[in-house]
């Protein structure tokens, strides 16, 4: 079955939305992206007038007439096609307004310390789930409970609406993971460590390497498919991960810690790869300890600590309904100074806080305590979590 047959699928699972387009050079051709999908280029369309997108594609012609003629003429039909198997049968395709993940008063127990500690919440496709909380806020078990790793010890919860442990082989082939560490085989050449996970999920010879190109390509990694893993810097191989993840074409993509130790230029590199993914319609958990990875990345975050969800919500809504819009941070303080009635102090650590929705009032402040360690800022998701647990996201 070729690629053109592919789009057409596609073509016939999106809906139209109205979006301006602007400045769009069209040559007649079809670019397929290296996860599948396809931009159709249509030759002689100046578009602007309407774009119907779905997962893996993005499809600009003038009009209804236009997309009509481009699947009667440009394109044959085909009954069925690779993607069957990642958006399923039923519920489980592109269209679906189910939740992928649903869990209800969600527990989970190691001896008398409860892990996970009566979770509840929905993850609806396309979305982006961010998971923030320090080490030990119950993040990862949680993961490791949707991925039928660990059963739960009690509540509810349902992954594509199949139950984890007893059904997990169905829930895992439409899932893709990035643990937060490195578990390639370490001997292996790149392409190879893909094409051994390939194999494992069921994938052809020739498909598998099919898939490795495409996504080595987008990962900017051909140059090194035929490296040793040991031989990839720290971003290379966070890369490589995420390439195996994407494989087997998920619905899901759990991402654990998934920038953890990697230098700030090289976790820039991963979050526009993943905000690609967002666009193309991939639902994301991701779970992590940085501030800034949530606001880059999640639509929503959950904050947890100590197995609890604290707070839900999207990343400045949270900081917007919670906290004052100015901060000043202090470490190091011999003693609290005097403030205006408007401000609100913290203390984590060795650090003091002081919040105000005036900048007036903590620029008083900030010139009786400058420091080399004194800034004054907007605040943001780490005051919120601080505000509701009385430490910092790194304790």
């Not at 139209?16 to 999908?37: N, Q, S, T, Y």
């Not at 790793?149 to 829930?171: A, C, D, H, W, Y």
């Not at 940085?290 to 975050?301: F, N, T």
């Not at 949270?318 to 004052?324: A, D, M, T, W």
């Amino acid at each position: 079955m070729g690629d053109a047959a592919l789009a057409v699928f596609l073509v016939a699972v999106v809906e139209p939305v109205d979006l301006d387009v602007r400045d769009c050079l069209f040559g007649g051709e079809v670019v397929l992206h290296p996860l599948g999908g396809a931009f159709v280029v249509v030759p002689g369309v100046v578009v602007g007038v309407r774009v119907f997108r779905g997962p893996g594609l993005i499809l600009v012609v003038d009009g209804l007439a236009a997309l009509q003629r481009l699947g009667e003429v440009v394109f044959p039909r085909a009954a069925a096609t690779p993607y069957d198997a990642w958006f399923g049968k039923g519920t489980m395709n592109a269209q679906t307004q189910e939740p992928i993940v649903t869990s209800r008063d969600l527990l989970k127990c190691y001896g008398k310390l409860h892990a996970v500690d009566g979770v509840s919440f929905d993850v609806h496709p396309t979305e982006c789930v961010g998971f923030l909380g320090p080490n030990g806020a119950g993040k990862t078990t949680l993961m490791r409970m949707i991925l039928s790793l660990v059963g739960k010890s009690g509540g509810e919860l349902n992954v594509f609406g199949l139950t984890p442990m007893s059904q997990r082989k169905l829930i895992n082939r439409h899932i893709g993971v990035v643990f937060q560490d490195n578990n390639l085989d370490s001997e292996l050449a790149a392409a190879d460590s893909l094409l051994v996970h390939g194999l494992y999920c069921g994938l052809d010879h020739g498909t598998a390497r099919k898939r490795i190109a495409d996504l080595l390509a987008w990962m900017e990694l051909s140059e090194k498919a035929g490296s040793e893993i040991r031989e990839l810097s720290g971003g290379m191989v966070r890369r490589l991960m995420i390439a195996r993840a994407l494989l087997n074409q998920p619905r899901l993509l759990i991402l654990d810690e998934p920038t953890t130790g990697l230098d700030p230029q090289v976790r820039h590199v991963i979050w526009a790869l993943l905000r690609q993914l967002k666009r193309q319609g991939m639902t994301i958990l991701l779970t992590t300890h940085y501030m800034e990875e949530a606001q880059q990345l999640a639509d929503r975050v959950m904050i947890m600590d100590h197995g609890k969800v604290l707070l839900d919500g999207a990343p400045n809504a949270l900081v917007e309904r919670h906290l004052e819009r100015y901060v000043l941070q202090a470490a190091g303080l011999s003693a609290i100074p005097e403030h205006d009635g408007d401000v609100r102090h913290e203390h984590a650590g060795d650090a003091d806080f002081f919040y105000s929705n005036t900048e007036a009032s903590l620029q008083k402040l900030y010139e009786r305590v400058r420091t080399p360690f004194t800034v004054l800022r907007h605040a943001n998701l780490e005051d919120v979590f601080l505000k509701f647990t009385g430490h910092g996201l790194t304790e």
